[in-house]
């Protein structure tokens, strides 16, 4: 059973992460980051399968894709703090030289990306490619994936979403972050998208809400529900009902900060609140 | 001179659904993905005797390339069968991300590349795709000349880890390079020896060459042919010592010009030894329906085509 309280803690300093590496660069991706920390967290601390250490091909261990790659620094966060790679390396997000690029790549050896993403759409048939390879090996893990909801108005995913439901892939779980923004604004604004659970539906997927994705018990009960749902010939598909900006009040329910660096202030708003938990970088 | 003999007509496409079935038989990692076009790749016998390891995505030639790059992740060797056009364009981003700049081991194989897809027409032709690929920093580009040529490279890429993109095509032509010979990546084969000409050929114009060279060698000027399989890494030295020796070069190729061997090899040739090049290629220009000889003809793609570029190249020695 999981410690709430010790993961609430650690999406704490996950979001304190977050705005230290965006703000020190002046640049990157906060919003959709802090929506996503409990996902994360919970993803990595308590629902996947994972070996130790890092190697590409990950067989014997559930694999994650990232396909919304510019919330790399809720990724890099998580990552460290699973013990991937030190968690001071986070100092160096977005610098030159360094293996914590603007988005995620496999190109400087950092540990724990499998796939370079940034360039949006590409992540499902990644992860479709990748759930063969284990039935193929006759491995029984699970592959996660996580969309934008935005993103889902590329048309690659859509190729996969179909291809998933004809070939019974049922070793997949892609969850889709629900925060209704995009960079020009509410994704019912920008291309509006109808009702994203009766569109993989009518594609043949089973469909899990998670309406409260910032809450930890939900989005763990969310996932392991997924996961209960796996090996019966359908792709699952969950939908996190997210805030974008969640834990700090300003950057809160816009697509303001979607791409948006805070200054002085703001982070120190941002910081005092979110109180160190397992220690700053 | 050296000459070559015809064993008789193939189709380089069928050398790769040779070469691809004997693949499926010795590497249990070889997987193959198609975009509904299993027959004209030829990828049938493949999916007959592997078939759990034949992946059917339909008409989606961007999810083929994601899902591809994904099966590399547990150790596949992922082969992709699709037209040279929507091997590429249709896909450059998918190939740019998930395969190129994520250092993945597929193997993107293209038929119908080049005007001799005859009668489809442009929409189908595409006269891009060499200088495509070639831009992507670490894929290896591959430009196949025979049934025989194509089934050995098909066979040798398998054993090189990184992304490759092989190009081939649809018509039946000569087939006159060693049954079973050994295709090594980058390595320029010199078919004939000559001193006052170069000619460097890839694809189904290496025939086109070997026939100028007779041609030329009637008039007495001799010309050495070298068949460029490999665009990139492109074998540097073959190319210096060759244009060092005879003065001048022609480049041939069913490609555009612009981003194709002509170019590749002019830029050896200036950074090293500056030598006279003419280049036989599409000058900047769609293709359109007709048969492959007619196209050849016109778009200046043949055997006639080298003479005339030959002739002029030695003139500006």
Redesign the interface.
């Known amino acids: 059973m999981a410690d709430i309280a010790q993961l609430e803690d650690m999406v704490t300093q996950v979001r304190r992460d977050i705005i230290r590496q965006v703000h020190k660069v002046n640049s990157g991706h906060p919003g959709g980051s802090l929506g996503c920390a409990e996902f994360f967290v919970a993803l990595y601390q308590e629902v996947m399968d994972r070996k130790e250490g890092f190697d ?4 014997g261990e559930d ?1 994650f ?1 990232l396909s919304n790659g510019h919330i790399s620094p809720v990724f890099y966060s998580v990552l460290a703090r699973s013990g991937y790679f030190p968690v001071d390396e986070l100092n160096t997000f977005r610098l030159l030289d360094s293996r914590l690029q603007g988005h995620p ?3 400087e050896g950092l540990p724990g990306i ?6 949006l ?2 992540g ?11 039935k ?2 006759g ?1 029984k893990h699970l592959v996660y994936t996580l969309c934008g909801d935005g993103e889902l108005q590329e ?2 995913n859509w ?2 979403i ?2 998933a439901a ?1 070939n019974k892939v049922d070793n997949l779980i892609v969850s889709i972050d629900l925060n209704g923004q995009q960079i020009d604004g509410s994704t019912d604004a920008v291309l509006g998208m109808g009702s994203v659970r009766a569109k993989f539906e009518a594609f043949g997927w089973d469909v899990v809400d998670v309406e409260k994705g910032n809450d930890m018990s939900a989005v763990i009960d969310g996932l392991n529900t997924a996961k209960a749902k796996t090996g019966n010939g359908k792709p699952i598909c969950v939908l996190l009902h997210t805030i974008m900006g969640n834990g700090i009040d300003f950057m809160m329910h816009t697509h303001a900060w979607h791409g948006k660096a805070p200054n002085d202030e703001q982070l120190a708003e941002g910081l005092s609140q979110n109180p160190e938990t397992l220690g700053d970088y | 001179m050296k000459t070559y003999t015809n064993t008789g007509n193939k189709d380089t496409r069928s050398g790769f659904g040779a070469g691809l079935e004997e693949l499926g038989k010795k590497n249990e990692q070889v ?1 193959a993905l198609c975009a509904d076009l299993t027959g004209s790749l030829k990828m049938d016998a493949f999916k007959a005797n592997h078939p ?2 034949f ?1 059917q ?2 008409i ?1 030639e ?15 060797i ?1 082969f992709t069968g699709t037209f040279a056009n929507f091997s590429t364009g249709r896909v450059y ?2 190939i ?3 395969v190129a ?4 081991n597929v193997k993107i194989c293209a038929s119908h590349a080049g005007i001799t897809l005859g009668e489809d027409g442009a929409t189908h032709q595409i006269l891009e795709d060499i200088g495509l690929m070639k831009m992507l920093p670490g894929m290896t580009v591959i430009n196949t000349c025979d049934y025989n040529q194509t089934k050995a490279a098909t066979l040798a890429i398998a054993e090189y880890d990184g992304p490759v993109y092989l190009r081939f095509g649809r018509p039946k032509v000569a087939n006159f390079t060693p049954e079973n010979g050994e295709f090594k990546i980058g390595e320029a084969v010199e078919l004939t020896q000559g001193n006052d000409v170069t000619i460097i050929a890839t694809g189904h114009l290496v025939w086109e060459a070997l026939e100028a060279a007779k041609t030329l060698n009637e008039s007495g000027i001799s010309a050495e042919v070298i068949n460029i399989h490999t665009i990139k890494p492109l074998d540097a030295n073959a190319i210096i010592a060759s244009a060092k020796k005879t003065g001048c070069v022609v480049t041939a190729e069913e490609h555009n010009y612009m981003g194709g061997l002509g170019e590749s090899v002019a830029r050896v040739l200036s950074e090293n030894t500056p030598t006279p090049i003419e280049m036989v290629a599409t000058q900047d220009t769609f293709g359109e329906s007709g048969t492959p000889a007619q196209l050849m003809e016109k778009y200046g793609l043949n055997a006639e085509a080298i003479v005339k570029a030959a002739t002029k190249v030695i003139a500006r020695k």
């Open positions: 590409m091909n990950g067989e694999l894709f790549t496999t190109h499998r796939m370079a993403s940034g360039s759409g590409q499902i048939s990644v992860s479709l490619g990748a759930a063969a390879a284990k193929l090996n491995d048309g690659q190729e996969a179909m291809y004809a | 997987v759990e390891r992946f995505v339909g989606a961007a999810n083929m390339i994601g899902m591809a790059a994904g099966m590399t992740i547990g150790g596949k992922p981003d998918q740019r991300q998930s700049y994520s250092g993945k």
